[in-house]
DNA sequence: CATTTAACCGACCTGCAAGTCGGTTCAGAT
DNA sequence: ATCTGAACCGACTTGCAGGTCGGTTAAATG
């Protein structure tokens, strides 16, 4: 009591890392085994033998199975959005070919041998759709930010010339999105080359079809 | 016995249009209601209770659950699938507008007012996808027969000089469809005017880059 | 050493929904 | 009139999964 507000104690630190280790484990296995099996053909024993958890560790963390999945969705999911189709969109060149190639490698079923799931976002949203109205915002949300952020890399990509001035971007938006999430669906076996090729060529061609008309001579 | 087989006699064949239009009642009901829903998230009673049946008479008709839904989509979403995407199709003019307006009228929310339920198969290929593998394998046997044809009137339309002969149509089918799938996700609240107009667009734009190069003079 | 408390355990509670089963109704056959 | 069986009823069984709760462990503190 020397009239300064303690710091935080070493100790209550330690115990707050390993509070958040376990939350990590939790949340981590979690999206794994959703994404495998679906959110609600998931039961949490599913996991938690997995982790050698118990349901009282579990309920320790979160309050609800529903409260833990928002956390897995703000965490991980959204994470995952920002760095495979976000991130990707801040250059300065020409915006088409890099959106072709940041869908082409977020519909790789996984990078290496680390975090080996795909990207998720469609069947969480058509499982949580008629489900429960809290998540789905939250997964819509995710889908609104990719949204904006397409929409704004297109109409910079008129600016500089790589598009033409009649295309509406957010027409443009929303038509790559509702493509790359029935992609998705359609990838039920994860890796099928054939389909992700034949996807981005089509994607190649209808591109092609957005930029200005060179003028004849 | 008169030495002829006995034709069905009157009274079975009541008993079993009897027996048939409970089966169809069913059938209409759970569609409806599972369109809404989702499967897993209807119970038989939230179907029975609306239609005054018992789970008796419900077991009297179908082996379970499952057996149930498989019925209804053999029937009914077969059905649907064929009148509203694949008739739609036999046509000698030019394909591509048709398969635009095909669309476009698959994504209204309902006709008229009866059978007001939009098309709904990538709701349930998602639903059944991690879950269901023989109810999955009949939804996709669907979009097989739809891709297939899609791909033969293009073929067609290839032949009739209406598309480019460099085009792919097994990818432009496939890109077709997953670009519907998609939106179907992206159109939860159902008749989104803005989000059907902003596709039929840009499903033009595409189709417009398969056309032939007109001859420069 | 005693005390406190975060982290965790696991048996149990509870609600829900699929499926069962013995019984009832009633139209038509004999 | 009686009988048969299809259609139907609804209370009950069963299993599952989310959630609860009293107890245990272990690390830090005084």
């Not at 959106?99 to 469609?122: D, Q, R, T």
């Not at 034949?198 to 092609?208: D, G, N, P, S, V």
Request: proline share 4%; aromatic share 10%.
């Amino acid at each position: 009591m020397n009239g300064f507000i303690a710091p935080q104690n070493p100790n209550l630190m330690e115990t707050t890392l390993k509070s958040r280790e376990t939350m990590h484990r939790l949340c981590g296995k979690g999206l794994e085994i959703f994404n495998e099996k679906g959110y609600y053909n998931t039961s949490l024993d599913d996991i938690l033998n997995q982790l050698s958890l118990s349901k009282g560790a579990f309920y320790h963390h979160f309050k609800s199975k529903e409260d833990y999945f928002i956390s897995i969705v703000q965490n991980l999911i959204v994470q995952k959005v920002y760095a495979l189709l976000i991130e990707p969109l801040n250059t300065e060149e020409n915006p088409l070919p890099i959106i072709v190639e940041s869908l082409e490698n977020a519909l790789e079923p996984g990078k290496k041998n680390e975090m080996a799931y795909g990207f998720m976002l469609n069947d969480f949203l058509t499982e949580f759709n008629k489900r429960n109205e809290e998540i789905s915002g939250y997964l819509k949300d995710i889908l609104n930010v990719w949204e904006v952020n397409l929409v704004s890399v297109l109409k910079k990509g008129k600016l500089d010339g790589y598009i033409a001035r009649h295309v509406d971007c957010e027409g443009v938006a929303t038509y790559i999105i509702a493509s790359y999430l029935g992609m998705r669906s359609l990838m039920t076996d994860s890796s099928n080359r054939q389909l992700k090729y034949q996807y981005a060529q089509q994607l190649k061609h209808y591109f092609k079809s957005l930029e200005p008309q060179p003028v004849m001579a």
